[in-house]
């Protein structure tokens, strides 16, 4: 896995981004770091600047597996595009969402049951409900490997079997047969008429977007794995601001040169 920074990287963003670019992000470990509580997270103050001065520019989305209401108030600005809960939530439609709403409902009590009979079992494990799907954060808990067996197992139990997906330090339980962020960025791309798409994404739910693979998507991991889908990487959440500041200069220059263009010869020589 390449550098999004390498020489590779460079020319692939230069034939990408073009005006009307569609700038896709995720949001915990891409635009905000990892912290250790799901409630504490937050977007620097730089990076917000940077994704505002882009937004100005260009249309931008974001795909979470947050709640829609939650990642909506931790952003800080209104961008034209925001799915939650892994490309589900903004996607879905109504008469879903609440047969979705009532499958979690029921697996949360269930859980709650068995996490209440072995009170040791549960130390430091956290069930985020959000509405159409639930995150089992186990970030807290002492032994992570067998924290995860664990929950993967209680899940597997539960009725109808959730489809069930990893992340850091969570184990997402989405309804069976649901939208992903792949097939949701698929559709904002139908939806925004954009010419492509960049999306940046840290975590295994956004392999469903790297996987799509086509030449109107540059899609990049933050951070460098073997095995990510994704085509290129940033080395760390630190680099984000780089990032964006590639994207922001290239848009910039277009406008620019699309300036001189419509001003004509005359204009260049002051006639
Ligand atoms: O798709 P994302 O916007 O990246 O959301 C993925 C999950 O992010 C949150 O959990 C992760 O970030 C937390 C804060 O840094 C961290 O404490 C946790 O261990 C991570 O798994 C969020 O709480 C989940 O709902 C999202 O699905």
Redesign the pocket.
Known sequence: MQSLFSAAGRARLDSIVQPGVLCAF?????L???????G??RMPPDVLQRLLSLSSLTPIAI????SLAD?RARLGFDPPYVVGN?GLEGMADEAELAAHAALCRAWRAQLERWLAQEPVRGTGILI?D?HYSL?L?Y?GAPDHAASLAWLTALAAQLAPTPRMVG????L?LLPPGVADKGSALRELLRRSGAPGAIYV???V??EAVFRLRRAGLLSVRVECIDGSAAEFCIARHADIGRLLDELTSRLRHLETAKAAQLAGPGHAHGL
């Open positions: 995720d949001f915990d470990g891409t905000a770091p990892i912290t250790s509580e799901p504490h997270a795909l979470s597996g947050r990642i892994h985020e959000k995150s954060h970030r992340g850091k330090c969570v997402n994404g840290d975590d739910t956004d």
